[in-house]
């Protein structure tokens, strides 16, 4: 972004671009998208677009990061207060199928970013991916999950999110019902416990 605004009807103008920009880039892809129609969208100037961003491209990343920041914090909010990480990745995987349900948008500003911006479409999955290492690497230590690398293991589990919430979530045409969510979840239960341990269901 070139600033940010100072004035409460600057920050309205500014949602109303944003709101429009996912829509026009959810609809139609970034590379048919055009300055004009997030401007008729949003229902501002031509010109107010440009006094925010330098261009479409700078408007899509804005919105990449926005996803970003969203979904990490209301993953955090629904998962605060988990004592064992079995249970945080149980909670985890159901907020974010949730979220994602609620904001579908955001998988298809995602795939317009991995073929316009792939330096943002990266930036988003390793911010993601880096905290959760962390966070793997801290119950490996507490005896909480098998120990294995734990870069590989954050992006093995948002491998599987990811395409399971593009096919039942985003393709629309079958759902991903209680008893589906419950075996994913009780297989990766199985996969992350060290030794064998019983389904905590």
């Known amino acids: 972004m070139k600033r940010v605004p ?42 107010l677009v440009y006094s925010y961003f330098e261009g479409k491209k700078d408007i899509l990343a804005e919105l990449v990061r926005i996803i970003n920041h969203d979904l990490r914090k209301y993953l955090a909010i629904r998962t605060s207060g988990l004592r064992d990480r079995i249970s945080v990745e149980r909670e985890g995987f159901r907020a974010f199928f949730e979220w994602f349900r609620e904001n579908k948008f955001a998988y298809r500003i995602l795939r317009e970013a991995e073929i316009a911006d792939e330096e943002i479409y990266r930036w988003h999955y390793r911010k993601i991916a880096e905290g959760y290492a962390e966070r793997l690497e801290k119950a490996m230590a507490k005896g909480e999950v098998r120990r294995m690398d734990p870069e ?35 297989a990766l239960a199985a996969m992350l416990t060290p030794g064998e341990r019983a389904s905590s269901r």
């Open 152 to 186: 590989l293991l954050s992006y093995a589990l948002m491998g599987v999110a990811d395409f399971v919430g593009k096919r039942y979530i985003l393709w629309g045409d079958s759902e991903l019902d209680e008893e589906k969510l419950d075996e994913l979840l009780d």
């Open 6 to 47: 100072t004035t409460e009807r600057g920050r309205r103008s500014l949602e109303r671009i944003l709101e429009a920009s996912k829509k026009v880039f959810a609809e139609k892809g970034y590379h048919k998208a055009k300055i004009y129609d997030i401007a008729i969208g949003a229902d501002v100037a031509y010109g």
